[in-house]
């Protein structure tokens, strides 16, 4: 027997028996790695999710309607002083050590046309500066300023697990303390025929695997020992971005106020959908529960729909911006129900010994992932915050057009010219601009910080190593 009998009888009872036949025609090197790839993998739940294929993502949408506890962006000054008093209780759970950060940085940026984790992605139009380095600057800012240590937790897949360590060896962590940055990575699961069911092979004695999406991160945190850390710190809050959105305000103090405020248990950032059509998941309420439903799961006649002024009646897309209370965490990682899986019909490359790789022209295979917005109908209190489309969720997803390298270049450039102009600077639209976050991590940063009468001309990258070239940046004031 080449596998241990009671894989073997797993892997029977999954209908997997084909990968006991592949295995005994395997060398015992290549054995030996294939037996720890099987044994990494749940196979009932696999068949489980086979068996249940057409149910999976099942949604009675036409039930939905839109959020009750949503906050709009401030409208009056009446608006902007709530804003400011969520801001400053944020600031204070900030001070007391009470947040931690976590970003999804699985990706390898395939539909970018690069072969390297999506964090290493120059973002700097200017600097060249990595999506990763902008975000580890903006934590540096953000610990100077609130005089905190900020953990600051990556989930990568196994596609870009080894390339991250190294950029963060190489990088010395890009300036951050290295006990307080926690690498860990997510789970995968096995893509399965669509005809049959049966896991595909990758290759000789390797399954065809995928990443269990980012809701996976909760079973690969616990795993990695991350929530009992931050329990052993204090640290009962935590802030989740992605990293494909270089306008992300990390850590933002008016979110995690406003969930403070509201004691919610899961907030989420919204911004204002450019069409119906726009693939984003929108903020709903739906069955008596706060929740996001995913673009695919949204009927297009539903999507459409509009106010008597001629508005989206769905228009609250999810930016991916959360903020979760730890013990809601660790409750949903006790419930399976709380992340479900949801399937897809991909077109998945696999091996067979008669003809090799095939790479199918079709869909041919299921894969199941997990969405970490799927928790949200499970928390006590859910929260929608809006949040300035233009200044917060500019993604790098595609390699032209929309949501691409260039038109995120260009807005975070836009919003940076904006900063300086609320300074009191002139500067016309195609001067180039970065301001690094340890500069300035919003508009009100730079406040008296710009000489009067001050004109940009030249492209201009504003770093705390560059300040004393421009003769009418002025220090910042003595707190």
Same mark, same amino acid.
């Given at each position: 027997?080449?596998?241990?009998?009671?894989?073997?009888?797993?892997?029977?009872?999954?209908?997997?028996?084909?990968?006991?036949?592949?295995?005994?025609?395997?060398?015992?090197? %290549?054995?030996?790695?294939?037996?720890?790839?099987?044994?990494?993998?749940?196979?009932?739940?696999?068949?489980?999710?086979?068996?249940?294929?057409?149910?999976?993502?099942?949604?009675?949408?036409?039930?939905?309607?839109?959020?009750?506890?949503?906050?709009?962006?401030?409208?009056?000054?009446?608006?902007?002083?709530?804003?400011?008093?969520?801001?400053?209780? /944020?600031?204070?759970?900030?001070?007391?050590?009470?947040?931690?950060? *976590?970003?999804?940085?699985?990706?390898?940026? @395939?539909?970018?046309?690069?072969?390297?984790?999506?964090?290493?992605?120059?973002?700097?139009?200017?600097?060249?500066?990595?999506?990763?380095?902008?975000?580890?600057?903006?934590?540096?800012?953000?610990?100077?300023?609130?005089?905190?240590?900020?953990?600051?937790?990556?989930?990568?897949?196994?596609?870009?697990?080894? %390339?991250?360590?190294?950029?963060?060896?190489?990088?010395?962590?890009?300036?951050?303390?290295?006990?307080?940055?926690?690498?860990?990575?997510?789970?995968?699961?096995?893509?399965?025929?669509?005809?049959?069911?049966?896991?595909?092979?990758?290759?000789?004695?390797?399954?065809?695997?995928?990443?269990?999406?980012?809701?996976?991160?909760?079973?690969?945190? =616990?795993?990695?020992?991350?929530?009992?850390?931050?329990?052993?710190?204090?640290?009962?809050?935590?802030?989740?971005?992605?990293?494909?959105?270089?306008?992300?305000?990390?850590?933002?103090?008016?979110?995690?106020?406003?969930?403070?405020?509201?004691? =919610?248990?899961?907030?989420?950032?919204? *911004?204002?959908?450019?069409?119906?059509?726009? #693939?984003?998941?929108?903020?709903?309420?739906?069955?008596?529960?706060?929740?996001?439903?995913?673009?695919?799961?949204?009927?297009?006649?539903? =999507?459409?729909?509009?106010?008597?002024?001629?508005?989206?009646?769905?228009?609250?897309?999810?930016?991916?911006?959360?903020?979760?209370?730890?013990?809601?965490?660790?409750?949903?990682?006790?419930?399976?129900?709380?992340?479900?899986?949801?399937?897809?019909? #991909?077109?998945?490359?696999?091996?067979?010994?008669? =003809?090799? *790789?095939?790479?199918?022209?079709?869909?041919?295979?299921?894969?199941?992932?997990?969405?970490?917005?799927?928790?949200?109908?499970?928390? #006590?209190?859910?929260?929608?915050?809006?949040?300035?489309?233009?200044?917060?969720?500019?993604?790098?997803?595609?390699?032209? /057009?929309?949501?691409?390298?260039?038109?995120?270049?260009?807005?975070?450039?836009?919003?940076?010219?904006?900063?300086?102009?609320?300074?009191?600077?002139?500067?016309?639209?195609?001067?180039?601009?970065?301001?690094?976050?340890?500069?300035?991590?919003?508009?009100?940063?730079?406040?008296?910080?710009?000489?009067? /009468? @001050?004109?940009?001309?030249?492209?201009?990258?504003?770093?705390?190593?560059?300040?004393?070239?421009?003769?009418?940046?002025?220090?910042?004031?003595?707190?």
């Amino acid at each position: 027997m080449s596998l241990p009998s009671p894989l073997c009888v797993l892997l029977r009872r999954a209908g997997q028996e084909h990968l006991i036949e592949h295995a005994e025609q395997l060398s015992t090197t %290549e054995r030996a790695t294939f037996l720890e790839q099987l044994q990494s993998i749940d196979w009932d739940l696999v068949a489980q999710l086979w068996r249940t294929r057409d149910v999976l993502t099942a949604v009675n949408a036409f039930e939905a309607r839109s959020p009750r506890m949503l906050l709009r962006l401030p409208g009056n000054d009446a608006e902007r002083t709530h804003w400011q008093a969520a801001r400053a209780t /944020g600031e204070e759970a900030l001070r007391a050590g009470r947040v931690a950060v *976590v970003v999804v940085a699985g990706g390898q940026g @395939t539909r970018l046309g690069i072969s390297f984790p999506k964090g290493l992605l120059p973002i700097g139009a200017l600097s060249q500066q990595t999506l990763f380095a902008r975000f580890f600057d903006q934590l540096k800012a953000r610990q100077h300023r609130h005089g905190v240590t900020i953990p600051y937790a990556i989930m990568t897949s196994p596609a870009t697990h080894a %390339e991250t360590l190294q950029a963060l060896e190489e990088q010395n962590c890009f300036g951050l303390d290295r006990d307080n940055v926690w690498p860990f990575c997510q789970g995968c699961m096995p893509a399965v025929d669509a005809d049959t069911g049966r896991a595909l092979l990758a290759g000789p004695g390797q399954l065809a695997l995928s990443p269990d999406g980012h809701g996976g991160i909760l079973a690969a945190m =616990a795993k990695a020992g991350l929530l009992e850390k931050m329990k052993s710190r204090g640290i009962d809050m935590l802030f989740y971005h992605q990293i494909d959105n270089p306008t992300t305000v990390v850590a933002d103090p008016a979110l995690l106020g406003w969930h403070l405020q509201t004691h =919610a248990e899961m907030s989420t950032k919204v *911004v204002a959908k450019r069409s119906a059509e726009e #693939k984003m998941g929108v903020a709903v309420d739906l069955n008596g529960a706060t929740q996001i439903i995913e673009y695919s799961d949204l009927p297009g006649e539903l =999507a459409a729909l509009t106010d008597d002024r001629g508005r989206l009646r769905f228009w609250a897309g999810s930016t991916a911006i959360h903020v979760f209370q730890r013990a809601f965490l660790e409750r949903a990682l006790l419930d399976k129900q709380a992340l479900p899986f949801h399937i897809a019909r #991909k077109a998945v490359p696999f091996w067979t010994a008669d =003809a090799g *790789v095939v790479t199918p022209p079709m869909p041919n295979a299921f894969k199941f992932e997990r969405f970490i917005f799927d928790v949200m109908p499970w928390s #006590k209190a859910a929260l929608i915050v809006e949040a300035d489309r233009t200044a917060e969720f500019n993604p790098v997803k595609n390699n032209t /057009g929309a949501d691409s390298l260039e038109t995120s270049q260009a807005a975070m450039m836009a919003l940076h010219r904006s900063w300086l102009r609320a300074a009191g600077a002139t500067i016309a639209d195609d001067v180039p601009i970065e301001i690094s976050p340890l500069v300035a991590l919003s508009a009100e940063d730079l406040q008296g910080r710009i000489a009067p /009468g @001050t004109v940009i001309a030249q492209p201009t990258w504003l770093t705390p190593e560059t300040i004393a070239q421009f003769p009418w940046f002025r220090p910042a004031p003595r707190s």
